[in-house]
């Protein structure tokens, strides 16, 4: 059985919200929510609504919305619900992003760790794919205990791994 998570997480200046099925098809279709930054969704947000299942799922992309003026300036998410690596241990990868206004601030590095205190309750490693370029972003996840270098994905991104916390 795959645990679940509450379709609403709360960090200090962020809701993370689910993206349910109807969001995602009326994104995919062009659609945008009256609290949206013009700027969201991006490209990578629209593939993010791409991996909602139309059954929906706890375990998909969630909206980025600032909790001081409820606008949504990006998306953070797993790619799917856990699954077993081949150490036996619980896997499941994430991505994020934020519309360009809203970078600097320290609400990626928030959004991920409020991914993480769910992920660390449950008992399941997280990883992550990023540009090795993207410098700001490998900052993020180093911040956030992503300290195993897995290599490289098909598309040449750093495949990084954080560890269970001990305990």
């Given amino acids: ?3 679940l998570i509450d379709p609403v997480l709360r960090t200090v200046r962020l809701r993370l919200e689910l993206i349910t099925p109807d969001e995602a098809r009326a994104m995919l279709a062009g659609g945008r929510g009256p609290n949206f930054h013009p700027a969201y969704p991006r490209k990578d947000d629209l593939d993010a609504c791409s991996l909602v299942p139309a059954e929906g799922s706890p375990w998909g ?3 980025v919305v600032r ?5 949504v300036v990006g998306s953070i998410g797993f790619f799917g619900p856990p ?4 150490d036996g241990v619980a896997e499941v990868e994430i991505g994020y992003g934020l519309v360009t206004d809203a970078r600097g601030h320290g609400a990626a590095t928030e959004a991920v760790r409020g991914l993480l205190e769910q992920t ?3 008992g399941i490693r997280v990883r992550a794919s990023v540009e090795p370029a993207n410098r700001a972003s490998v900052r993020v996840l180093a ?3 992503f300290t195993s270098l897995r290599g490289s994905d ?5 495949v990084m791994v954080r560890p269970l916390p001990a305990g």
């Fill in 1 to 3: 059985m795959v645990p």
């Fill in 61 to 63: 992309p969630r909206h």
């Fill in 67 to 71: 909790a001081f003026d409820s606008l």
């Fill in 83 to 86: 699954a077993l690596a081949d």
């Fill in 120 to 122: 660390d309750a449950l």
């Fill in 143 to 145: 911040k956030c205990g």
């Fill in 154 to 158: 098909d598309e040449g991104n750093l």
